[in-house]
Antibody, heavy 125, light 113 residues
């Protein structure tokens, strides 16, 4: 059974960089089919896709956050990571990692089928 | 970006009654190569990540009770719960996976009347 688990600091100061890691177990991150993504959810609010990465390191970012987001992958550890820079209180959210197929040109995507439990990150001084 | 708009924002339905949630996309999410709409429905209960219920607008995921059904095409979609159970209290989201950026509806909160 595939499992994803987010880890990282729960508190980040304004203007600093938020860093999270997702560890995948029960399956390989080096799948030829799937992308690995981050989704955030401000407390009590809706879902926003942040970015996704392929095991080769190919990345796709939401244009609304692209200037502040960096994703990376470590296939040896079966992990992928998110960095969000210059954070403000508005970035306070539960961050989820999840698996999906990214839509590419003539190829459809897929829903996010496996999710981590989520990691609450609060931006506050 | 494809904007997903759900209605209503909240809904109260009596146990055993039908619940209907609507989702409209700002452009078609019908994928001609697959002859299907790239539209999913999720259920999110408090303190849990979202769980996918329906993919391709109308395909129930494995293990999802058959009281949940999805319909629609093009730009207008519906999630129907045929006979509401207490465990169905949750927030429901639609999501398009037709193109990036992937986008979600704002959510519909379903409660018991």
């Amino acid at each position: 059974q595939l499992q994803l688990q987010e880890s990282g600091p729960g508190l980040v100061k304004p203007s600093e960089t938020l860093s999270l890691t997702c560890t995948v177990s029960g399956g390989s991150i080096s799948s030829s089919t799937y992308y690995w993504g981050w989704i955030r959810q401000p407390p009590g609010k809706g879902l926003e896709w942040i970015a996704s990465i392929y095991y080769t390191g190919s990345t796709f970012y939401n244009p609304s956050l692209k200037s502040r987001v960096t994703m990376s992958v470590d296939t040896s550890k079966n992990q992928f990571s998110l960095k969000l820079s210059s954070v403000t209180a508005a970035d306070t959210s539960i961050f989820y990692c999840a698996r999906h197929v990214l839509p590419r040109g003539y190829t459809s995507g897929s829903p996010f089928d496996y999710w981590g439990q989520g990691s609450l990150v609060t931006v506050s001084s | 970006d494809i904007v997903m708009t759900q209605s209503p924002d909240s809904l109260a339905v009596s146990l055993g009654e039908r619940a209907t949630i609507n989702c409209k996309s700002s452009q078609s999410v019908f994928h001609s190569s697959y002859n299907k709409a790239s539209l999913a429905w999720y259920q999110q209960k408090p303190g849990q990540p979202p769980k996918v219920l329906i993919s391709w607008a109308s395909t129930r995921e494995s293990g999802v009770p058959d009281r949940f059904s999805g319909s629609g095409s093009g730009t207008d979609f519906t999630l129907t719960i045929s006979s509401l159970q207490a465990e169905d209290v949750a927030v429901y989201y639609c999501q398009q996976y037709y193109s990036t950026p992937i986008t979600f509806g704002q959510g519909t909160r379903l409660e018991i009347k």
